[in-house]
């Protein structure tokens, strides 16, 4: 039963997460230009992975997707591959998992068989969190860098709710991957094969012919 509440939680734990990472990825607030040096904020800008976006108090909202890939920087280009690697990892661990549950039955497949599966899911999205997280913590990294860089003539920026969206897919999704490696490893030890026979349990008579001496004196006798 423990294992069963530890494979669910876990599953879970993974699906809302990698939801999560499906959010940020396509979130085009990751970073929000700081209006600490202004004294009006009228307007706004954002960007993320995929479009600049700026909007005005009235409520309009206009977003230019990014008209070259090369010419990104290369964080942004990193942060995008290494998010749609934990996307496609992800989607592969919840595949994976829901074969590998002990409550789902799949043809005569064993309990260690399906405990192995369920191990790979779950490293699955162990990866997929640490991709995530890696993307997610590196773009932050280059925020803070430029906001903090006093040659820095551009505009500055801080944390967009992408950013934290980022940061919670990913932590559930290691989270939830660990609980299923967890959860399974009990059930990897196999069982041994036929019956257990204990041989002190059974009383043995062992009978043995007669020396040919003693038959010899027993003829004697008579």
């Known amino acids: 039963m423990a294992v069963l509440v530890l494979q669910v939680v876990g599953i879970l734990m993974c699906l809302v997460g990698w939801v999560l990472e499906i959010s ?3 979130s085009n607030v990751w970073k929000v230009r700081s209006h ?5 904020t009228n307007s706004w800008q954002f960007q993320g992975l995929w479009m600049d976006c700026a909007a005005s108090a009235l409520g309009a909202v206009q977003c230019n ?6 010419g990104l920087p290369v964080y942004v280009q990193a942060s995008r591959a290494l998010m749609i690697i934990s996307l496609i990892l992800g989607m592969f661990g919840v595949i994976v998992s829901l074969l590998g ?4 039955k799949v043809g005569n497949t064993s309990d260690q068989v399906k405990a192995k599966i369920a191990i790979i899911g779950g490293i699955l999205f162990l990866l997929s969190g640490i991709s995530s997280l890696t ?3 590196w773009y932050a990294a280059r925020v803070v860098r430029e906001f903090y860089d006093p040659f820095n003539g551009h505009l500055k920026f ?5 950013l934290y969206i980022g940061w919670a897919g990913a932590c559930l999704a290691i989270l939830g991957g660990a609980f299923l490696c967890c959860s399974c490893r009990g059930n990897l030890e196999e ?3 036929g019956y257990p ?7 043995q008579n062992i009978y043995r012919s007669p020396d040919i001496s003693e038959q010899q004196s027993s003829k004697a006798y008579v």
């Open 197 to 203: 026979y204990n041989y002190s349990m059974t009383s």
């Open 65 to 70: 997707r990014y008209k070259t890939v090369l």
């Open 24 to 26: 940020s990825t396509s």
């Open 191 to 193: 069982p041994p094969k």
């Open 101 to 104: 549950m002990k409550c789902v």
């Open 36 to 40: 600490a040096d202004t004294v009006t």
């Open 158 to 162: 801080e944390f967009g709710p992408g």
């Open 135 to 137: 993307a997610v913590s």
